[in-house]
């Protein structure tokens, strides 16, 4: 079973950084397709992020330029490197996994930006 535990939510200032990560368990990452979600409560989930098997990425037009996704192999880890944040950015951020659709997800780590 993929067990997915996310880390390195926090509050941090308009302009700030912040780095979540998404430890991979039960599974390799080289295997799996991986995202990074977000919610807000009273609407939607909404992808922030994603990365393929092969290393591709893609972005949603909102963090297009400030976010960026990475994965490491050795840690079985992925990433969400964020900068340049906005009190718009805060959410509870999810990592999301799978084969073909995205089946496993963490817990959610909260995100809250100060303006």
């Known amino acids: 079973q993929v067990q997915l535990v996310e880390s390195g939510g926090g509050l941090v200032q308009a302009g700030g950084s912040l780095r979540l990560s998404c430890t991979v368990s039960?599974?390799?990452?080289?295997?799996?397709?991986m995202a990074w979600y977000r919610q807000v409560p009273g609407k939607t989930r909404d992808m922030v992020a994603g990365?393929?098997?092969?290393?591709?990425?893609n972005y949603a037009d909102f963090v297009k330029g400030r976010f960026t996704i990475s994965r490491d192999g050795a840690n079985n880890t992925m990433y969400l490197q964020m900068n340049s944040l906005r009190p718009e950015d805060t959410a509870v951020y999810y990592c999301?996994?799978?084969?073909?659709?995205?089946?496993?997800w963490g817990q959610g780590t909260q995100v809250t930006v100060s303006s």
């Open positions: 999301a996994a799978g084969y073909i659709s995205y089946n496993f």
């Open positions: 990365i393929t098997r092969s290393g591709s990425t």
């Open positions: 039960g599974s390799t990452l080289r295997t799996l397709r």
